[in-house]
């Protein structure tokens, strides 16, 4: 089994670089590549994370496999998702961390930020399966009706971007639109975007560049305190029909157009 130093050693020089380009890529001195790769010193949690990003591999697979080998996928940047930031209880148990729509905007600078996240409001439910990291988000604005505004959605982190299923939702951390909860349809490995679009059909869908991804949050579980409204649930299947209808009947004209009818 190859040891962090090994692994860094080696995909280093199979990515190319030099100690002092790799130091420079890092932010650390090349003193430092030095002494990781002879096993004199171990990287910090924030500094291994940026030697794996800058190795294009997992933090976890530097850390406990052996990539020596040859063997061991590479993942493009694109295609993953940053290191997540927890906290924990007294009983070494996860928290949920609430993100209020006040937060959000310093979230895209503290999320990875253990201080920062232990300033957060947090909670715990019972009721969501074990085995999977959750945070709370609250959500603004009625792109995503009916789930109304000020509503919490409780989401559990993906660790890649190929874990999107097409026409779910979820809550996403972008570099440029901040905390956005959308539905999600996936086109990274055609076109390396995300196509994001609103329940409420009044709002444009928009494309994110993978690369612009920094947490993805399958929604798995909502809290609001308002009830759903059945009449605007009833509104949307109609909208939905009537673009149906509209669909077919542009079909049935091109149809007549070609066999030459009126």
Avoid: C
């Amino acid at each position: 089994m190859a040891s962090i130093a090994e692994n860094i050693k080696y995909l280093r020089k199979q990515a190319g670089y030099t100690q002092e380009q790799f130091a420079n890529e890092v932010g650390i001195k090349r003193s430092l590549v030095g002494a990781y790769e002879e096993g004199r010193a171990e990287p910090r949690l924030q500094t291994l994370t940026k030697i794996a990003e800058v190795l294009s591999v997992t933090t976890d697979a530097l850390i406990s496999q052996d990539l020596t080998t040859g063997k061991a996928v590479m993942v493009p940047i694109k295609e993953k998702v940053k290191i997540l930031s927890i906290t924990v209880d007294k009983e070494d148990n996860e928290n949920i961390e609430l993100i209020p729509q006040k937060a959000s905007a310093g979230y895209l600078n503290g999320y990875g930020d253990p201080e920062y996240l232990a300033e957060l409001p947090r909670f715990k439910l019972p009721v969501l399966p074990e085995g999977g990291t959750y945070r709370a988000f609250e959500i603004s604005g009625d792109s995503m009706l009916p789930m109304a505004s000020g509503s919490i959605v409780i989401g559990k982190y993906l660790e890649s971007l190929n874990d999107i299923k097409n026409g779910k939702t979820y809550v996403l951390l972008t570099e440029k639109e901040g905390v956005v909860y959308k539905r999600v349809f996936n086109y990274i490995e055609e076109r390396g975007k995300l196509y994001l679009v609103s329940d409420n059909k009044s709002y444009s869908a928009y494309e994110v560049g993978a690369e612009d991804v920094m947490e993805i949050w399958e929604a798995k579980a909502y809290i609001s305190i308002e009830f759903p409204d059945p009449e605007a649930a009833s509104e949307l299947s109609i909208e939905k029909i009537a673009g149906m209808v509209a669909d077919l009947q542009s079909q049935v004209k091109e149809l007549k157009a070609e066999k030459g009818e009126e």
